[in-house]
């Protein structure tokens, strides 16, 4: 019988380091630190989708702002239009307010950024505010004006009614401390209050566009159908805020009125530009006056001429 030959036995070193493990780890690197960090900036505060879309449409605006300078600058300096030029800029500055807002949204939730995101959201509301306001403003001087008459008294009567709006809404959020820019569930009425005068007096505004526009002081204002597609659409826009923040007790209203600022944040920008600005860099001289020829004929302005 063949003897049985003990073999040295295994020696598995253990170390009595306790932190070797520890320090080892540390050595092997996380790949995935960063992705899951931008992953939890995505989804802070109001989730992932919501602030996805936000800066997803954003940033798509302003990099075709940026892919369109050089040929939008060569077309501002030729065109010499004081309007065009200055609400150009202004929509480039607001889109950049507006893009970091949409960036931002997690200063919404995070401690110590509260000052931070209030002032960013004052400006960046205030901003959006003086387009709308300068729009209607401009509309509703009509086609007797010149250019720069027209853009002082706009810009005059935008500064005014922004100004006060800007003073208002810092009353309640710095003095009295109102969280107007901070969506916490909450159905503070004096916050919602405030939010549905702001909704109706823009509706207001609005509608009596509307309504000069299908009476007979149509003739007063600007002959483009346009335009006032873009004011029947903020109308739809501006009543339907209003009804969520009507709604605010319920959960429906909180969802509207978040779904309804998405929308507001992700578009109004492209909206301006298509309505006031694209045809101005797209087409020249010629081809833009046949356009709102063709847009007038069609809405019936030159009807009367063969009566």
């Given at each position: ?100 807002w949409c960036c931002l949204q ?87 209050g405030l939010w549905m005068v ?57 969802w509207l009125y978040d779904t ?48």
């Open positions: 019988m063949p003897s049985l030959t003990l073999s040295t036995p295994l020696q598995i070193p253990i170390s009595l380091d306790s932190n070797s493990s520890a320090s080892n780890a540390d050595n092997i690197p996380n790949l995935n630190s960063n992705d899951h960090g931008a992953y939890l900036w995505l989804s802070k505060c109001h989730g992932f989708w919501h602030n996805f879309a936000l800066i997803l449409s954003s940033a798509l605006f302003i990099i075709y702002l940026a892919i369109q300078a050089k040929k939008s600058y060569k077309k501002l300096w030729v065109g010499r239009s004081h309007v065009v030029n200055w609400y150009y800029g202004i929509v480039w500055l607001v889109g950049l307010l507006n893009f970091a997690a200063w919404e939730c995070t401690p110590g950024k509260t000052l931070a995101w209030n002032l960013l959201s004052l400006f960046t509301t205030s901003g959006l505010l003086f387009l709308e306001v300068s729009l209607i403003a401009f509309l509703l001087q009509g086609n007797y004006t010149s250019g720069l008459e027209a853009l002082t008294r706009t810009f005059a009567i935008s500064a005014v009614l922004v100004g006060l709006d800007i003073l208002l809404k810092g009353i309640y959020v710095f003095a009295i401390g109102i969280p107007l820019f901070i969506e916490n569930g909450d159905t503070n009425r004096m916050k919602w702001h909704k109706l007096v823009i509706i207001t505004a609005y509608s009596f566009v509307l309504f000069m526009y299908h009476s007979k002081w149509r003739e007063r204002l600007p002959a483009r159908p346009a335009y006032y597609k873009y004011i029947t659409i903020m109308c739809s826009v501006d009543v339907l805020a209003l009804f969520a923040c009507i709604l605010m007790r319920t959960g429906f209203g909180f309804v600022n998405i929308c507001y944040h992700a578009f109004y920008l492209p909206l301006i530009y298509v309505t006031f600005l694209a045809d101005f860099f797209q087409e020249d001289e010629l081809n833009l006056e046949n356009i709102y020829y063709s847009e007038m004929k069609d809405a019936g302005f030159f009807d009367s001429d063969w009566e």
